[in-house]
């Protein structure tokens, strides 16, 4: 399902609705839908019901059981790859979740702040290499890099909360978090600038984890939870302030749709673990090339990425595709 198709899911007759107004709205020069039978009848988002504990790898690219995507474009060798790219990533996050699972197998808090300082390395290492290939003059990704930077925010918003409940207390801890997020770092830039689509899978494998990780964390000690205070920083961050960059990461949703409520430390878990849900969609979405787009993007824009400077598009998604692409077509290249 496509990103726009999702937004107006809940609506009979939504996605037509939006099309008719998005193009009179052009019409006024004023292109943004507002969704406001959205917002009166938008459904309750439960995370279950979408994504179930242990389903997120297995729904995305093929995800965790190793198969590749059903597409009757693929060749042979494609589906090969991806299944050989969806194979090593699973590897490596099974060897991390094993290590996580021997040494925080009862402190939470310190497991959770591991996480999250983990988690949030890809989004930083995804930009990073968009930047490069903007610096080269190859192509331009603008949606991709304020989502990006978005999920960054987010994610160091988690790292925040686990923080100010004591999760980066011991030495060791730190050291460790630190240390892997080093390593990954450059491991996603490189995998990223080979294969995108291998990066977003085994960023959604990370967070498929975390989502689980809260999960089971919110039904063993939900009642505990609620009779708990939330930091400082989760109440800010969820219920003050600007929300646009929250807005911008949940690329399912429209903008204003999701507005949580703050009372105990039982809504924290439950908010971070959703957050969590909603980076797993989007990392799917990112498998599919040139499927991302910002919840805040015009629709009647031409193309993100028109910025006043144009820059010739290569139609590729990495440097391995490109390398194929110039062999097969190598009109591609001068595109």
């Known amino acids: ?25 052009c019409l006024l020069k004023s292109c943004r839908v507002r969704a406001t039978l959205l917002q009166e009848n ?8 979408s994504f179930a504990p242990k389903s997120f790898p297995g729904n995305v690219g093929g995800g965790s059981n190793g198969e590749p995507p059903d597409d009757s474009s693929s060749n042979g ?6 299944k050989l790219e969806q194979s090593v990533n699973i590897l490596l996050t099974d060897s991390v979740i094993k290590i996580l699972d021997t040494l925080y197998h009862d402190r939470n ?20 290499v968009l930047h490069m ?11 991709y890099m304020k989502v990006h930077f ?22 060791f801890d730190r050291f460790l978090a630190q240390h892997i997020a080093i390593f990954y770092y450059f491991m996603t830039v490189l995998m990223y600038a080979l294969s995108p689509r291998m990066a977003y899978h085994f960023s959604e494998c990370v967070e498929s984890h975390a989502y689980e990780t809260y999960d089971k964390f919110i039904k063993d000690q939900g009642e505990e939870l ?8 989760a109440v800010d961050y969820y219920t003050g302030g600007d929300l646009y960059l929250f807005d911008e990461f949940q690329t399912s949703r429209e903008p204003n749709t999701r507005r949580p409520k703050i009372d105990n430390l039982y809504d924290v878990f439950m908010n971070i673990r959703d957050d969590e ?3 797993c969609k989007t990392m799917k979405a990112c498998q599919t090339h040139g499927s991302l787009r910002s919840p805040h993007t015009n629709p009647c824009d031409e193309s993100e990425d028109d910025t006043g400077c144009p820059v010739p598009q290569a139609d590729c998604i990495g440097i391995v595709d490109c390398i194929k692409k110039s062999v097969t077509d190598p009109q591609v290249i001068k595109r």
């Open 150 to 171: 978005a999920e960054s925010w987010n994610e160091m918003h988690h790292l925040l909360i686990m923080e100010e409940l004591g999760g980066n207390a011991w030495w």
């Open 42 to 49: 938008e459904e309750e988002v439960v995370v279950e019901k």
């Open 1 to 25: 399902m496509g990103l726009h198709g999702v937004r107006f899911r809940g609506q009979p007759g939504a996605l037509s609705f939006h099309y008719e107004y998005a193009g009179r709205a």
């Open 277 to 279: 849900a909603e980076h």
């Open 77 to 82: 060798l494609e589906k090969w790859v991806i």
């Open 226 to 233: 609620k009779n708990l205070p939330a930091p400082k920083i």
């Open 109 to 128: 808090y310190a497991r959770f702040f591991v996480l999250e300082t983990i988690a949030r390395v890809p989004y930083f290492a995804f930009i990073s």
């Open 133 to 143: 290939y903007e610096s080269f003059g190859w192509w331009r990704r603008a949606d």
